[in-house]
């Protein structure tokens, strides 16, 4: 694989000036993480009751849709880069390595177009009865 | 290839004296995946049932919070089993919230005197061990009316 050019023997191996990049986005992820889920934790505690009506009203309002998805994006992205790195911290062998982060790369895809699928249709179309 | 037995290697974690910042250390990325993984999970689940209305939400707090007075004996321990994964997931979240603002903080480069690092490390448990407390005392008494 690649042994012919200087570009094909590199290439995959690792920095070409984006090397931070990884690290810096689980800064920016948790940063974000900091802000939306104080947001959600605060406004959860301040709700009168856990009842159906009282959640669903809460959560159709775009002050709170909004934050939500943003929250469901920022968080999923953040297991997106910490499983990453448990994973090559653990598993060793470079096929289990390889399905265990595709594996990884579903579920948070997944997750979250499920989360934000969720709450958009609930804001969008309203609390049904 | 063969490697040498008596080749120098870098000291590994056995070489040094146990201290809170390593305990601190191993426990983010502990809670890190308990929030990934039982955490969203259970927040996605919450999320759908509002969505999906009365019913599915009355499911969701039938088997996550109380089945009421007709709860089966598979519902009785759904629930127990929740109370005890949801006090899991706030008290990973305070930890890994808490951490995770001292990682950011060192990541500044602050705090690198052996004495601070001990003290953030402490700081970081007794924030998180109180933040619990508080919160599940909040929801047992306002929300489950224990």
């Known amino acids: ?129 | 290839m063969a490697q040498n037995p008596n080749r120098p290697i870098s000291p590994h974690l056995q070489i040094y004296r146990w201290g809170p910042h390593m305990t601190v250390s191993i426990f983010h990325r502990a809670t890190g995946f308990v929030l990934a993984t039982a955490g969203m999970l259970t927040l996605l689940w919450w999320i759908a049932s509002i969505a999906g209305g009365q019913e599915s939400y009355a499911g969701f707090q039938a088997w996550v919070v109380s089945a009421g007075a007709e709860a089966t004996g598979l519902q009785t321990a759904a629930n127990w089993f929740f109370r005890l994964l949801g006090l899991a997931v706030i008290y990973s979240f305070f930890q890994h919230f808490f951490s995770g603002i001292r990682h950011l903080l060192m990541d500044m480069g602050a705090g690198y005197e052996l004495t601070t690092v001990r003290t953030w490390s402490i700081a970081v448990f007794i924030a998180a061990l109180t933040a619990t407390a508080l919160v599940a005392m909040l929801v047992a008494s306002r929300f489950m009316g224990i």
């Open chain 1, 1 to 129: 694989m690649g042994n012919g050019t200087n570009l094909g023997r590199v290439r995959g191996l690792g920095s070409a000036k984006h090397g931070t990049k990884h690290w810096v986005d689980q800064r920016l992820t948790a940063v974000g993480n900091l802000l939306l889920t104080s947001w959600l934790v605060l406004s959860l505690l301040m709700l009168p009751n856990f009842a159906h009506e009282t959640v669903a009203a809460w959560l159709a309002q775009p002050s709170v849709a909004v934050p939500m998805v943003l929250m469901l994006v920022s968080i999923f992205w953040h297991v997106r880069l910490g499983l990453q790195v448990l994973i090559e911290d653990y598993v060793h062998d470079d096929g289990n390595k390889f399905a265990v982060l595709t594996l990884l790369n579903f579920y948070v895809i997944g997750a979250a177009a499920f989360g934000i699928f969720m709450v958009a249709k609930h804001a969008f179309t309203g609390a049904p009865a």
